[in-house]
């Protein structure tokens, strides 16, 4: 049950010209860094001290945020990495590092505090991430740390208690979006290591959590058919779609957003629409690809509000089956059967829907044309994934996969090289696990196994050159370390750590 839906400021509004001044200049480098500091008195009374003193000759913008905030610290800085040990024994070392215990209140702080311990990704990702942590756990599993993964997944019910849903990660500037909806994979994934029913305890926040990916289904009509997350179709069906409400640059990004809103404004495109397409691609987890582009290639044309995507609807799906489960559990044949009719009828729109005949290959819906994108990217592993895909589609997917996608290092992200991070050259640790899974779940073994085998290889070549597990890798250049993005190539790194602990296992 939700306990309380007063959201916390986020840095930009307790700040206003003090962040603005900080960003905008950069003096503490990364962006992230200011969002993530904690003032040392009332944000209001520094607000007043910035205004007092900004006019003074010798005011220095640096000296007087070093002085009023506490900036964020690197716990993982001190640590060594012993290359000469198995990849395997430095992520089970790396584990206490990226480790935080709960976390106090502390007023002005843009974090959200969680009442027990859980994972990092790491670098400059100092908060729990929502998807990411899922395939971290993956990790936590194969290293017998289960305390760790019930704890995560009490913080993540704790999270839909407290707002309402699974925001980005557990910092204020986040609260206006959530992340691909693992809730229902985590749950599942405790079910298989716990004694008690598990399902029937999370029940409530699994039907809390569909309700925040439903909300405004009931707004939708033929002339209103997008609200929210939600998207009826022409013939009264209802798919999902990435959305925020908020209009305006990211605080953690800003100023770096910026330029691209201005290239979009050459293009007529008003701020408001860049922005709410920008941060629907954000809450996908893909921040940035060119399966959001409506040219394919530049991040000026960002439609990712305007489309429905492949991967969310297979995970919406998984969470009415989750649901269906559950409630037989509980005995209330009813609700049971409810949830079961709905994933059955997500499932045949999934085989249909998302089905390009014309590349053969599953892609995003596009309500405007009424049509498949056709644009390919690794998210159509996840009908695989979940055995929504009918064995012919598999072929399919798993022909252009092995033809097309699969690279020395193994699966590139996209086809199109844009520059952006979630594109080729790069591979990432949560994509090669659902390609994995789903080749396996459709008897492609000798294809899923030389994905694990070259992923896995690349992991080690990395961190035996570098000492780190990195966010990402450049798979079709496996002599050069991934890029892309609007920040340098993060390591710690949470999922990485998971994915390859979990491939290893099998």
């Known amino acids: 049950m939700v306990t309380s839906m007063l959201y916390p400021p986020t840095p930009d509004e307790l700040y206003g010209p003090l962040f603005l001044a900080v960003q905008e200049s950069r003096v503490l480098g990364d962006t992230k860094t200011f969002v993530d500091s904690v003032p040392i008195m009332a944000p209001a009374d520094i607000v007043g001290l910035y205004q007092a003193q900004k006019e003074k000759p010798d005011f220095d913008l640096a000296d007087f945020v070093q002085q009023h905030f506490t900036l964020p610290s690197q716990p993982a800085a001190d640590f060594i990495s012993d290359r000469s040990v198995s990849t395997a024994n430095h ?25 027990y311990p859980y994972i990092v990704p790491g670098g400059r990702f100092r908060e729990i991430f929502y998807w990411d942590s899922y395939f971290t ?91 929210r997350r939600v998207v009826q ?8 779609r990435h959305w925020d409400p908020k209009t305006t640059p990211r605080p953690e990004a800003y100023p770096k957003e910026v330029p691209a809103q201005q290239k979009a404004q050459v293009l007529g495109i008003p701020v408001e629409i860049f922005y709410s397409h920008n941060r629907a691609a954000c809450e996908s987890g893909w921040d940035f690809s060119s399966r959001w582009f409506a040219d394919g290639q530049h991040m000026r044309t960002i439609r990712a509000a305007d489309l429905v995507p492949v991967d969310l609807n297979c995970l919406v799906y998984y969470l009415e089956v989750t649901l269906a489960i559950g409630y037989a559990q509980k005995g209330n044949a009813a609700k049971a059967d409810e949830f079961r009719q ?6 045949h729109l999934i085989q249909k829907l998302f089905w390009s005949e014309a590349v053969n290959f599953f892609t995003d819906y596009d309500p405007a044309t009424r049509q498949p994108t056709q644009i390919l990217t690794l998210a159509a592993v996840y009908p695989l994934f ?7 589609q598999a072929y399919q997917v798993h022909q252009r996969l092995r033809q097309e996608f699969l ?21 990432w640790a949560p994509l090669q696990w659902m390609a994995y899974r ?35 890798y450049n798979v079709v250049d496996t002599t050069l370390l991934a890029g892309g993005g609007n920040y340098p190539n993060q390591d710690g790194f949470g999922w990485t750590n998971g994915v390859y602990l979990r491939l290893l296992a099998e």
């Not at 179709?233 to 999902?240: A, H, K, R, S, T």
């Not at 709905?342 to 499932?347: D, G, L, P, Q």
């Not at 030389?450 to 990195?470: P, Q, S």
């Open 91 to 115: 992520i089970e070392r790396l584990w206490d590092q990226l480790t935080r215990p709960p976390d106090p209140h502390v007023e002005g702080s843009s974090r959200l505090p969680l009442p």
């Open 137 to 227: 756990m993956l990790g936590l599993q194969q290293s017998g740390r289960i305390s760790l993964i019930r704890n995560m997944v009490d913080n993540f019910a704790h999270l839909i208690d407290t707002y309402g849903f699974i925001p980005n990660g557990n910092r204020t500037y986040f609260l206006s979006r959530s992340q691909p909806p693992f809730f229902a994979l985590m749950v599942q994934l405790l079910n298989e290591l716990d004694e008690h029913d598990i399902v029937t305890q999370y029940l409530p926040q699994l039907e809390q959590e569909y309700t925040f990916w439903m909300s405004g289904q009931e707004q939708l009509s033929a002339s209103t058919p997008i609200h």
């Open 233 to 240: 179709l022409p013939d009264g069906w209802v798919v999902n």
């Open 342 to 347: 709905a994933a059955e009828n997500r499932k």
């Open 386 to 392: 979940f055995n929504i895909a009918t064995n012919e």
């Open 407 to 427: 690279m020395p290092g193994g699966l590139v992200t996209s086809l199109v090289n844009s520059g952006e991070q979630w594109d080729a050259p790069n591979g």
């Open 438 to 472: 789903g080749l396996m779940n459709y008897g492609y073994a000798e294809t899923a196994r030389e994905v694990r085998n070259r992923w896995l290889a690349l992991n080690d070549k990395v961190f035996h050159a570098t000492g780190k597990m990195m966010e990402k």
